[in-house]
């Protein structure tokens, strides 16, 4: 296994010549009825997918059992593991995005893939997500970022001298990547692989209020349900119910921002966490980004933003919308086959 130390050097001397790896085919050629951007990003989470991958992640979730990751000052983080029955090796974590949980059905989907393949698999919840709002008192935020690296190194560490390999779609991507460009990664952490990350959040924010607005009212939806239940755990703390009027995203963020947060502005907050100009320079591992070019959500042209980096490969299809990825109605999507796929030849590089 390399050294810590080896790997940091390796990688600062690879940046001399850093060039972006880019491939724009990545074999994902869905039939001309799985072309539409839209449905891309919704048919997977209707029936009878739905039901499909319930059923295919049937062995995955009847094995899960709970972690709870204390991260000290941090916080505490709820994951949960599913051990194969016959394990290969290697260790996978996976991060839902902004309003899924570790029972998002593009989670189970890829859980049950790696999982088949004798993969353990650990599924992790942000902070206030998949009804862990009893847990922590203070709101969830994306820039939280160091209480989910602390979650990773905790998880890396019971994986023993196993590979840790890690996977996250849309802000889990952004948060994931984040962690892989960080300091004091574990030295058993073997890539990552993001599936439609967010790149700039101020661009990404922009886009749900100018696009179609079933993607912005969904996620008014979600998040007004998940502040009421914060609001229900913590009755002492928070008070939402003259924000929740607004029922407009960027409001919401603002006021939340304003007076949940050090932040000084929306903007600077929306900063914080965007992962293009500079952000990914610092990256220890190898990295693997599928995006798609008709993603309503992160603007095609923000892909070319993020840093060049000898360690990042990005695969940008044509097709694919949010998160979708869809080129069969049932069983694994290309997303799943495309992360198996990174993950074994990460353990390939050793």
Partial sequence: MESRSGRQQQTRSALEPATLSATFEGGFNPPAW???????????????????????????????????????????????????????????????????????LYVLSLAAELHAHGYQVVRLNLRDHGGTHALNSELFHSCRLPEV??????????????????????LGGNFLLRVAAGDALPPNLGGVVAISPVIDPQRTLCALEKGWSLYHDYFVLRWSRSLRLKQRHWPQHYRFEALLKS?????????????????????????????????????QIPARVLIARDDPMIPSDDVPRMAQHPLLAITSP??????????RFLGPGFADRFTLAQFDSFAGQG
């Fill in 34 to 104: 799985l072309r539409n951007a839209h449905l891309q990003s919704i048919l997977p989470s209707l029936p009878p997918r739905r039901w499909n991958v319930w059923r295919r992640s049937q062995r995955l979730r009847a094995v899960a059992t709970p972690w709870l990751l204390d991260c000290g000052q941090l916080g505490r983080l709820q994951a949960w593991h599913s051990a194969p029955a016959q394990p290969n090796g290697r260790w996978s974590l996976l991060l839902h995005g902004w309003e899924g949980s570790v029972d998002s």
């Fill in 149 to 170: 690296a602390a979650a990773v190194r905790q998880v890396a560490e019971r994986c023993g001298s196993a590979r840790l390999y890690m996977a996250g779609f849309s």
């Fill in 247 to 283: 029922r407009d995203l960027r409001t919401m963020t603002a006021e939340l921002v304003r007076r949940h947060t050090d932040f000084s502005s929306c903007e600077a907050y929306l900063e914080g966490y965007s992962i293009a100009a500079e952000r990914l320079r610092t990256l």
């Fill in 318 to 327: 044509a097709y694919g919308g949010h998160c979708g990825f869809m080129d």
